[in-house]
């Protein structure tokens, strides 16, 4: 399986709400990514877990938190976003951060739009 | 610090014509150089990349790139090109050791294949 998985697909989403991004992988990769695009930008790195600890965090808001439980399963929170917040969300994984020249799988995404 | 150029916003190419989509980058030390493709409204697929050795890399889907370290060039080509090849292509760099760096990506060039 050399899937990642991502859901939502799409998320409509208030300033005052509260929600959650979900991505999942089942290669046995060590490290996950949290990225952010808009269109027609490449991707922004947010995230970096790596054994599931936090290795990097790209001076993101605390308006997006995000969790990693297990080695499979990485989520992205979100509280109180503002509009131009909107964009798709990506997650990624890789064999392990270290090995740099290992490549990142890339899941689907999730377009987020904020109201 | 590390950068990538992607000189072309857009490359338009005749179906069955050879394509180029050009890509420089800037790294210290040895590089490691990757190409995805992003098609609309999904997440970035591994290409291929340079970690070592050979300068010409095949991939998938036809796709080979050749590096040149003398010039800083990592251009992606393929001999005959398709109309599905029309898609977001993004070069991305990175370095040994690099993983508390992450990936840093080019802003893309849309290629455009017309029949």
């Known amino acids: 399986d050399t899937e990642v998985t991502q859901t939502p697909k799409h998320l409509v989403m208030g300033m005052t709400n509260k929600k959650s991004l979900k991505c999942e992988q089942h290669?046995?990769?060590?490290?996950m990514y949290w990225y952010k695009q808009k269109a027609k930008k490449p991707p922004e790195l947010m995230f970096v877990?790596?054994?599931?600890?936090?290795?990097i965090n790209e001076s993101v808001p605390s308006r997006f938190s995000p969790e990693c439980p297990n080695s499979s399963l990485l989520n992205l929170h979100l509280h109180a976003l503002q509009p131009e917040d909107s964009a798709l969300y990506l997650c990624?994984?890789?064999?392990?951060?270290?090995?740099?020249?290992?490549?990142?799988?890339f899941g689907p995404g999730t377009r987020l739009t904020v109201l | 610090a590390q950068s990538v150029a992607q000189p072309e916003d857009q490359v338009n190419v005749a179906e069955g014509n050879p394509l180029t989509v050009k890509c420089t980058y800037s790294?210290?030390?040895?590089?490691?150089l990757f190409w995805y493709v992003q098609y609309p409204n999904r997440g970035l697929q591994f290409l291929l990349k340079?970690?070592?050795?050979?300068?010409l890399v095949k991939g998938s889907y036809g796709f080979e790139a050749e590096f040149n370290k003398s010039q800083t060039s990592f251009h992606l080509k393929k001999p005959s090109a398709l109309v599905s090849d029309s898609a977001l292509y993004f070069c991305?760099?990175?370095?040994?050791?690099?993983?508390?760096?992450?990936?840093?990506f080019g802003k893309g060039t849309h290629l455009i294949i017309q029949p």
């Open positions: 990624a994984s890789s064999q392990d951060q270290a090995s740099s020249y290992n490549e990142q799988f």
């Open positions: 877990y790596s054994y599931e600890k936090l290795s």
């Open positions: 290669m046995g990769h060590r490290a």
């Open positions: 790294v210290s030390g040895n590089p490691y």
């Open positions: 991305a760099v990175t370095r040994p050791g690099g993983g508390a760096d992450g990936l840093t």
């Open positions: 340079y970690i070592t050795g050979d300068n």
